[in-house]
């Protein structure tokens, strides 16, 4: 008798069996003009299912159901409004039920999710304890560290209170609170599930700041607390480390392509993050003050509490503000070693925990990056020299400086303050006779452009000053972006901001524009308090990324710059662009070769190398089962430091409760270690294996280029895929275009492009070229080494089971009706053909009958979810067909319908994503 998975049981018996209990009272609920509405979805739920696998279209299955039930007889209305009507009902009601889904998942992930197994904490430091080898672990640590970067891009459908009634809901799902519950499923149907208008960035950003206060605040101070706690007695003093785990954050500092983020955001987000956490840091004050009530330490403990205050207010008080986090620390290690040496340690832990959230957030909470185009630095650099030529100095005539102020310098900056900024500014004798060349920028060769910027950085003087509207507006705000880091590092600590990040690099020449730009903004020569972090994103840009670094480590004034910076290099990797680019087998082993390339130059030269992915959620943007692939990096990948990206809906789903952000983290955390700790007996990947998936990404390259050269392939994108629907959905501040002309693939963000896919359940981005790829190997007798090399390396084995979730996410009746269509029914079937295969040879080599074998609970939450949201994905396909119809024939349709059809498209869009959970 085969043994139940005691994961898929939990499953089973905490999710799948109280969502069909909840649902029912969820259904049955008293909404106005829901109650038909309720008893009518689950017959259309039935008809979809049926009917796509007889082979109906869409369109065929709504005129049928409705046919059946002739609606405009019991309402009254006529027939197109009250079909509309229910359809929007049925949108409604489903995109509440992923709703109650992911609530029931919450509460359920302790019972689901194996918290305490391997790559948990107490596995790990288990095995450390039992092998005895808690003085390695403290060695290691010394120089480990997990950096998580919240962004803003646009994959978070859910607002605020709609992910409030879900962190309620699974609380009172856990408790078994029945009368709660009935109350929050009113609630949630009550409750608007879009944003009535696009976010600003500020508002992004203090979106993103409720997971920072309610889970982050937490959960990192406990990872480095119950580390610490592992040591011996005598190394349990926080005071003796640094912070294991730090935050990032990108809303406010994401400038590429994005024209609403600004110097001004910038600041303010900064400033929300600090009043944010020193606000935290008072409240836990008052709590300890409850506790730490002994004479001699309840006096220093108010004092701190009335100076973080005055941090807090920046008002006139009697005590005075902190300047710097470490003033506060430096006032709480005294009072901790008074409370243990003359109170007994009596609530010494209470006082940890908070040192160790002074350690871990600063007062800064998050780190911010900023992040900008390489194109844009050119383009800045071009107007800055020119303007600078025109007028034959870097300084505004004094004449002309009256009542302006510096851009360089930050908004709200007084004139007299600035004239004063700006008084003694003068070019030395190199400066001046950089002038004489300091127009056409643009029009240099990249090497001559190298030298002129060389000679920049060689001149004492290089700062810029320019009179309101002087130069472009994008240029002058690149300047002050920088110049705005001064203001930010002097409130806030150099952690607050300390990163540069050039999207598009591919050249050496983008690191010196941006140290160029920074002189310019007002830093001083070899006082540049920024990390430059290059992002490589394309294949041929990852392929050349080992020659750019040698360059710049070659470079004196760069290898001066990182000798200040403690001689590490952070290197920032794109998965998405990558796998849009090169296809998904292609783009993850570009990226696992380039860090095995950038490791050795990097240690050649002296240099610590830092890998940044930037990953999204879905395995074809570097999501999917992330942790495995760190396990799998080995000693000739550099991975002291593991940093990533998460986005969007992955935040919520991932990190949006205690529970899942303890797991998560501490499967990243544990990653970068084991490896240090018990090595294996061989390594990941070995000579043969790494010839093999050079083998495999040529093969699948090739195959996605073909199928992305496609005549067909951008057409088939904007006409049949909700692409051109992702501008409508509220939910960010940034295009969902790097330029607004016509569509060009050059032009496609990689999360509309995912998502589009992902929308027609189709996910090309998840396999496409797996199946040819493999297929060429296993013709040339290479089944048997596929097999092996599933069995042996983590890497493979991690690439393949994220294909399987693509393809297990994919669901071609949907879409089947465009295999006989006249114009894209050969690209279709080009489509299903390489899903179908690619499903066949998975399964061949890795004696799975069925996908996603190994994680049974995993796939029946996928065939749940997909389940739930079949109506909604008939209805999308339904309503993007009747958008093209009334386009074609206005007159035969009533008033209003072209937009309400649209507008239906866009309401499924959002709970499709949302009930994915990672695929886009």
């Known amino acids: 008798m085969s043994r139940i998975d005691p994961r898929l049981q939990a499953f089973n018996e905490l999710v799948a069996m109280k969502y069909q209990l909840y649902n029912g009272l969820f259904l049955g609920l008293p909404f106005e003009d829901l109650a038909d509405t309720g008893v009518q979805l689950p017959l259309f739920a039935n008809a979809c299912r049926e009917k796509l696998q007889a082979g109906a279209s869409p369109?065929?299955?709504?005129?049928?159901?409705?046919?059946?039930?002739?609606?405009?007889?019991?309402?009254?209305?006529?027939?197109?409004e009250a079909q509309m009507r229910v359809l929007f009902k049925f949108l409604q009601l489903v995109e509440r039920q992923v709703v109650l889904f992911d609530a029931l998942e919450d509460a359920a992930f302790p019972a689901v999710n194996d918290v305490d197994g391997p790559g948990s904490l107490a596995h790990f430091l288990g095995r450390v304890q039992d092998q005895r080898k808690q003085a390695l672990l403290e060695e290691?640590?010394?120089?480990y560290k997990v950096r998580i970067v919240l962004t803003a891009h646009p994959t978070q459908f859910y607002p605020d209170s709609i992910l409030g009634i879900i962190t309620d809901l699974s609380e009172a799902i856990g408790g078994n609170d029945l009368p709660l519950i009935n109350d929050l499923l009113l609630q949630m149907g009550k409750t608007r599930f879009q944003n009535r208008q696009r976010p600003t960035p500020l508002e992004e950003a203090r979106s993103l700041i409720w997971y920072l206060e309610h889970i982050f605040y937490h959960t990192l101070p406990a990872t480095s607390a119950r580390l610490v706690a592992s040591l011996e007695e005598a190394r349990q003093d926080p005071f003796l480390h640094e912070p294991k785990v730090e935050l990032g954050f990108w809303p406010g500092g994401d400038r590429d392509g994005n024209p609403y983020v600004t110097s001004g955001t910038t600041f303010k987000v900064a400033q929300a993050l600090k009043a944010s956490i020193i606000g935290l840091y008072v409240r836990d004050l008052e709590a300890l003050l409850g506790r730490l009530t002994f004479d001699g330490i309840i006096q220093p403990l108010q004092a701190i509490r009335d100076r973080l205050e005055a941090t807090l207010s920046q008002a006139a008080r009697e005590a005075e503000p902190y300047p710097t986090p470490a003033e506060l620390l430096a006032d709480l290690?005294?009072?901790r070693r008074a409370l243990a040496e003359g109170h007994q340690g009596l609530f010494i832990g209470r006082?940890?925990?908070?040192?160790?959230?002074?350690?871990?957030?600063?007062?800064?909470?998050?780190?911010?990056?900023l992040r900008q185009d390489s194109r844009v630095h050119s383009a800045a650099l071009e107007a800055v020299f020119a303007r600078i030529h025109d007028r034959g100095g870097l300084a505004a005539p004094r004449a002309q400086r009256k009542g302006s102020w510096p851009r360089g310098g930050r908004s709200g900056t007084k004139a007299s303050e600035a004239a004063e900024v700006g008084k003694e500014t003068a070019t030395d004798r190199a400066t001046a006779d950089l002038l004489e060349?300091?127009?056409?920028?643009?029009?240099?060769?990249?090497?001559?452009?190298?030298?002129?910027?060389?000679?920049c950085l060689a001149a004492a003087e290089l700062k810029a000053e320019f009179l309101p509207d002087e130069i472009d507006p994008l240029a002058s705000d690149t300047l002050a972006s920088l110049a705005a880091v001064r203001a930010i590092q002097a409130g806030n600590g150099e952690r607050a901001l300390c990163r540069y990040v050039i999207s598009n690099s591919n050249s050496a020449l983008n690191v010196l524009e941006v140290m160029v730009l920074a002189r310019l903004a007002g830093w001083q020569a070899g006082h540049i308090p920024l990390d430059i972090v290059p992002l490589f994103e394309t294949i041929e840009d990852l392929r050349h990324a080992e020659g750019i670094m040698r360059r710049l480590y070659a470079h004196p004034v760069y290898a001066a710059h990182l000798e200040r910076r403690g001689e590490s290099q952070t290197i920032m990797l794109g998965f998405s662009d990558g796998t849009k680019d090169g296809g998904y087998i292609t783009a993850n082993w570009s990226i696992h070769k380039a860090k095995r390339d950038l490791t050795r130059v990097s240690r050649e030269a002296g240099v610590r190398a830092i890998f940044f992915d930037g990953r999204g959620g879905p395995p074809s943007r570097g999501g999917g089962n992330t942790h495995k692939f760190y396990r799998s990096l080995g000693a000739d990948i550099e991975h002291d430091e593991i940093q990533l990206t998460i986005q969007g809906q992955t935040i919520s789903s991932n990190f949006g409760t205690p529970e899942a952000a303890r797991f998560n983290l501490e499967q990243l955390f544990t990653a970068g270690l084991e490896d240090k700790l018990f090595p294996p007996d061989a390594p990941d990947l070995l000579p043969e294996d790494i010839r093999l998936l050079d083998r495999l990404s040529g093969h699948s390259r090739e195959a996605y280029l073909k199928f992305r050269e496609d005549p067909l392939f951008l057409p088939y994108l904007e006409e049949m895929t909700p692409l051109s629907y992702y501008g409508m959905l509220n939910i960010a501040s940034r295009p969902t275009r790097r330029k607004s002309s016509s569509l060009r693939f050059e032009d496609l963000r990689?999360?509309?492009?995912?998502?589009?896919?992902?929308?027609?359940k189709q996910n090309i981005p998840g396999f496409y070229g797996v199946g040819i790829g493999m297929g060429k190997l296993m013709a040339r007798g290479g089944r048997r080494k596929l097999e092996d090399l599933y069995h042996s390396s983590l890497f493979f084995r991690t690439l393949v089971e994220n294909a399987m979730m693509s393809l297990s996410k994919s669901y071609f009746p949907l879409t089947r009706y465009l295999e006989k269509d006249r114009k894209y029914g050969r690209f279709w079937r080009r489509i299903y053909k390489e899903a179908t295969d690619s499903k066949i040879i998975l399964k061949e080599i890795t004696g799975q009958q069925r996908l996603l074998s190994t994680s049974l609970a995993v796939r029946e939450s996928i065939h749940l979810r997909e389940r739930i949201i079949l109506p909604l994905l008939v209805i999308q396909q339904y309503a993007m067909g009747m958008v093209k119809a009334a386009q074609r024939n206005p007159e035969a349709y009533p008033k209003g319908a072209l937009d309400a059809y649209a507008k239906m498209v866009v309401k499924a869009m959002a709970a499709n994503i949302n009930a994915a959970r990672n695929s886009a």
Do not use: C, N
């Open 59 to 80: 369109a065929q299955i709504v005129a049928q159901f409705f046919k059946e039930r002739p609606f405009q007889e019991r309402t009254g209305k006529p027939a197109h």
């Open 140 to 143: 290691e640590l010394a120089g």
């Open 333 to 335: 290690k005294p009072l």
């Open 351 to 369: 006082l940890d925990d908070f040192i160790f959230k002074v350690q871990a957030f600063g007062f800064h909470f998050a780190s911010l990056d």
């Open 437 to 455: 060349d300091m127009g056409g920028y643009g029009a240099l060769s990249p090497e001559a452009k190298f030298g002129f910027l060389e000679r």
């Open 750 to 760: 990689a999360i509309p492009f995912v998502g589009a896919w992902s929308q027609m």
